[in-house]
């Protein structure tokens, strides 16, 4: 049985679109659970699983499990700056955490602990007023900010483990149009099947305008999400796989929450633009047509 280690979480003020919480509460060290606020670009991290619907109430995107933080280790301060509609940043360092707070940043207490073998890599983007600094344990997700302008600030902290955050599907090598760590059959839940084989995929259980095998091609990033087109584009409006990796979720205007399993990366095939079929069916979607690699 996994030992637990509580410590009490202490929030000075939690301000989101002009709303205070105050809260001093006791949380066990576990799982991190984090959310996105697409007004603002900032991740909020937090092992305080209250705070993730509270947060989904007011706009933001619950994005999943981030990572496992160890039930000893280094503290991991919490800062917040109501400015420029809020911003949280999460360090080790005690010298960081004290500038914050003369230059007027709020203290929000130990927000979990570091250790353990797998790096959470911490990223800066020098153009953001808010959402500045992202923390992630992949090296996927890392690599493709770098390539937008983002900054590497090395390693933030470390994680004892990666959970649902880890991904067999390797997104850089899929932009390079490398697509072998998508290879074998993903079923859906009507036993629908889609195989991959070295940059082809074969459908079974449907046909698009009688073809049943086409090649990919195309291959992008946007919204948490890899779209890659089919060649040849079936009419009229074409078709593509969207693949959400493990522990991820698509972060669109077009979502209101994400109704695929995130504890296993996903494939939907859908007509151009479609993100929105990740939606539960409650909000017009199809998240039962999501594929699971077996």
Same mark, same amino acid.
């Given at each position: 049985?996994?030992?637990?280690?509580?410590?009490?979480?202490?929030?000075?003020?939690?301000?989101?679109?002009?709303?205070?919480?105050?809260?001093?509460?006791?949380?066990?060290?576990?799982?991190?659970?984090?959310?996105?606020?697409?007004?603002?670009?900032? #991740?909020? @991290? +937090?092992?305080?699983?209250? &705070?993730?619907?509270?947060?989904? !109430?007011? =706009? $933001? *995107? /619950? %994005?999943?499990?981030?990572?496992?933080?160890?039930?000893?280790?280094?503290?991991?301060?919490?800062?917040?700056?109501?400015?420029?509609?809020?911003?949280?940043?999460?360090?080790?360092?005690?010298?960081?955490?004290?500038?914050?707070?003369?230059?007027?940043?709020?203290?929000?207490?130990?927000?979990?602990?570091?250790?353990?073998?797998?790096?959470?890599?911490?990223?800066?983007?020098?153009?953001?007023?808010?959402?500045? #600094?992202? @923390? +992630?344990?992949?090296?996927? &997700?890392?690599?493709?900010?770098? !390539?937008? =302008? $983002? *900054? /590497? %600030?090395?390693?933030?902290?470390?994680?004892?483990?990666?959970?649902?955050?880890?991904?067999?599907?390797?997104?850089?090598?899929?932009?390079?149009?490398?697509?072998?760590?998508?290879?074998?059959?993903?079923?859906?839940?009507?036993?629908?099947?889609?195989?991959?084989?070295?940059?082809?995929?074969?459908?079974?259980?449907?046909?698009?305008?009688?073809?049943?095998?086409?090649?990919?091609?195309?291959?992008?990033?946007?919204?948490?999400?890899?779209?890659?087109?089919?060649?040849?584009?079936?009419?009229?409006?074409?078709?593509?796989?969207?693949?959400?990796?493990?522990?991820?979720?698509?972060?669109?205007?077009?979502?209101?929450?994400?109704?695929?399993?995130?504890?296993?990366?996903?494939?939907?095939?859908?007509?151009?633009?479609?993100?929105?079929?990740?939606?539960?069916?409650?909000?017009?979607?199809?998240?039962?047509?999501?594929?699971?690699?077996?």
């Amino acid at each position: 049985m996994k030992r637990r280690f509580k410590f009490v979480f202490f929030v000075a003020a939690f301000f989101l679109g002009g709303l205070s919480i105050v809260q001093a509460k006791t949380v066990e060290a576990s799982m991190l659970h984090r959310a996105y606020n697409p007004n603002t670009g900032e #991740h909020l @991290y +937090t092992q305080n699983q209250n &705070e993730i619907p509270f947060v989904v !109430s007011h =706009g $933001w *995107r /619950d %994005e999943g499990r981030a990572w496992e933080a160890p039930n000893n280790g280094k503290e991991v301060y919490r800062m917040f700056n109501p400015n420029f509609g809020g911003d949280h940043f999460y360090t080790l360092n005690a010298n960081e955490r004290d500038h914050l707070k003369k230059v007027g940043w709020k203290f929000e207490g130990v927000s979990w602990r570091s250790g353990g073998s797998i790096p959470v890599y911490r990223l800066y983007n020098p153009n953001a007023k808010s959402g500045s #600094h992202h @923390y +992630t344990v992949l090296a996927s &997700e890392r690599d493709h900010l770098k !390539s937008v =302008g $983002w *900054r /590497d %600030e090395g390693i933030g902290f470390y994680a004892t483990n990666p959970s649902n955050a880890t991904s067999s599907i390797k997104e850089l090598e899929i932009l390079k149009q490398n697509y072998t760590s998508l290879n074998g059959t993903w079923t859906n839940s009507h036993g629908y099947q889609i195989t991959f084989n070295n940059g082809s995929i074969k459908l079974s259980g449907s046909e698009i305008n009688g073809r049943t095998q086409f090649s990919l091609n195309n291959p992008i990033k946007a919204n948490n999400v890899l779209f890659i087109s089919f060649n040849p584009a079936p009419a009229p409006n074409g078709m593509q796989v969207m693949v959400a990796l493990k522990g991820t979720s698509p972060s669109s205007g077009l979502i209101g929450s994400d109704g695929t399993n995130r504890d296993n990366d996903r494939i939907i095939m859908a007509n151009n633009g479609g993100t929105s079929l990740f939606s539960p069916n409650k909000n017009g979607g199809l998240a039962d047509t999501a594929y699971y690699k077996k």
